[in-house]
């Protein structure tokens, strides 16, 4: 069974700064990939970010980049550079058997509601 | 990128009635599609996985009867809510994988949000 783990309760950064969501993961698989997505209030998933499990280095997207510590099990989303636009929910997500492509489904997080301040 | 559409974006319908909501790939074929219920605030939640040409797979405590669920082709999947009341007024969103380079990725529809008077 896979798990995602979101506890950060609703999070607020200042305009310009940066600001990181955290996420932690179980899983048995050897293989997986993490997700993030953002979600504003219009109620579109927007993909923002992977990590494969295999991946050595940290995946980076723009201003998005992911702090990914495998021995702790966690894929945190860094936001550099915080935008107004930014606000709106963020979910963590992870799929098994990632690698082989055989079909497995999407675990989600809570998600985190993230508020940017002018 | 990949494309997914689904419609309608908003639904209101009066309870008792069934409502059909569609999800389609347009630029690729999709053998695995998700549909998705999701509560204001909260996370996804998996309703059940639909696969092209075979029954659905749904997740436990999902009526199947309620919600029909019809992969009919490579590019459509439709989730019809039969008999709707208000408890089923929610926000629905459908995923459709794409694999490639030995990687699988989702892409999602725009949701749409049910509204049962």
């Known amino acids: 069974a896979q798990k995602i783990t979101q506890t950060q309760p609703g999070m607020f950064v200042q305009e310009k700064e940066a600001v990181t969501l955290d996420c932690t993961y179980d899983?048995?698989?050897?293989?997986?990939?993490l997700f993030w997505y953002k979600q504003p209030s219009s109620g579109e998933m927007i993909f923002l970010i992977y990590q494969g499990s295999y991946d050595e280095q940290n995946a980076t997207e723009g201003r998005y980049s992911l702090n990914f510590q495998k021995a702790r099990k966690s894929a945190n989303l860094v936001i550099s550079a915080s935008q107004l636009g930014d606000s709106a929910m963020y979910f963590c997500?992870?799929?098994?058997?990632?690698?082989?492509?055989?079909?497995?489904?999407?675990?989600f997080g809570k998600g985190i509601t993230l508020s940017v301040r002018p | 990128g990949a494309v997914v559409s689904q419609h309608p974006s908003r639904v209101i319908c009066k309870s008792g009635t069934s409502v059909k909501i569609e999800c389609r790939s347009l630029d690729f074929q999709a053998t695995t599609m998700f549909w998705y219920r999701q509560f204001p605030k909260q996370s996804l939640m998996l309703m059940a996985t639909?696969?092209?040409?075979?029954?659905?797979?749904?997740e436990q405590g999902v009526e199947k009867d309620k919600f029909l669920i019809n992969h009919a082709s490579l590019t459509l999947s439709t989730l019809t809510v039969t008999s709707a009341h208000p408890e089923d007024s929610s926000f629905y969103i459908c995923?459709?994988?794409?694999?490639?380079?030995?990687?699988?990725?989702?892409?999602f529809g725009q949701g749409t949000r049910l509204t049962v008077v």
């Open positions: 639909s696969n092209e040409g075979s029954k659905a797979t749904y």
């Open positions: 997500a992870m799929r098994g058997n990632y690698y082989t492509g055989a079909n497995s489904k999407l675990t």
């Open positions: 899983t048995s698989d050897q293989s997986y990939g």
């Open positions: 995923s459709a994988d794409r694999r490639g380079k030995g990687r699988t990725e989702a892409f």
